[in-house]
DNA sequence: GCCAACGTTGGC
DNA sequence: GCCAACGTTGGC
């Protein structure tokens, strides 16, 4: 998939578990994006993810859905530490060290935003189709093109200035 | 907490 | 390998 129009990337979490905030306030600003339990997400990180491309940071399963960051991926991808952790709600018992089955990338959040609510997508023009409005998505990571990612930069730009 | 949409599981 | 049942996601 992905393929030419692939330029950034949509990546969920939810706020109680890794907020924009607790990120940007780590060392260098990153965290491994831990938990990803889905094949086609895990792909897109294990295939298509590359070092510097844009990120949009999503706060999602909150009472404030929405863009909250402009980050990028700081790393390839690597085995995400959690599936051997059998203390962890993401451990998995079919994978092993040999042969892991889930792997992550770091993200580095560059600035923390205004939040973008789904309401400001739809009523950005270039934003319409994009995955993450589309009803019964639930992809945590979604390939963004450059066009809705300038929409949106730009969205943010203009906000500030008023 | 509702519920639509979708992914995963497992019996056959 | 089909597909029904089940679980999860996530906006509202």
Same mark, same amino acid.
């Given at each position: ?6 330029? @950034? ?5 939810? $706020?109680?578990?890794?907020? &924009?905030?607790?990120? %940007?306030?780590? +060392? #260098?600003? !990153? ?42 991926? @700081? ?5 995400? $530490?959690?599936?051997?952790? &059998?203390?962890?709600? %993401?451990?998995? +018992? #079919?994978? !092993? ?66």
């Amino acid at each position: 998939m992905a393929g030419k129009d692939k330029f @950034a990337w949509l990546m969920k979490s939810e $706020p109680s578990e890794v907020s &924009v905030q607790y990120t %940007y306030n780590r +060392p #260098k600003h !990153t965290i491994g994006w831990f938990g990803v339990r889905n094949y086609q997400a895990r792909n897109f990180m294990r295939d298509d993810c590359r070092i510097a491309d844009p990120v949009l940071f999503y706060h999602s399963s909150c009472p404030e859905p929405g863009i909250v960051g402009l980050a990028e991926v @700081a790393s390839s991808a690597y085995p995400d $530490p959690t599936q051997f952790d &059998v203390k962890s709600q %993401y451990y998995d +018992p #079919k994978s !092993t060290k040999e042969n892991p089955r889930w792997v992550q990338v770091d993200v580095k959040v560059n600035k923390i935003i205004d939040r973008v609510s789904l309401d400001d997508l739809r009523a950005i023009p270039a934003c319409a189709d994009m995955l993450v409005l589309r009803k019964g998505n639930r992809l945590s990571i979604t390939p963004v093109t450059e066009k809705q990612y300038k929409a949106i930069v730009n969205f943010v730009k203009k906000k500030n200035e008023n």
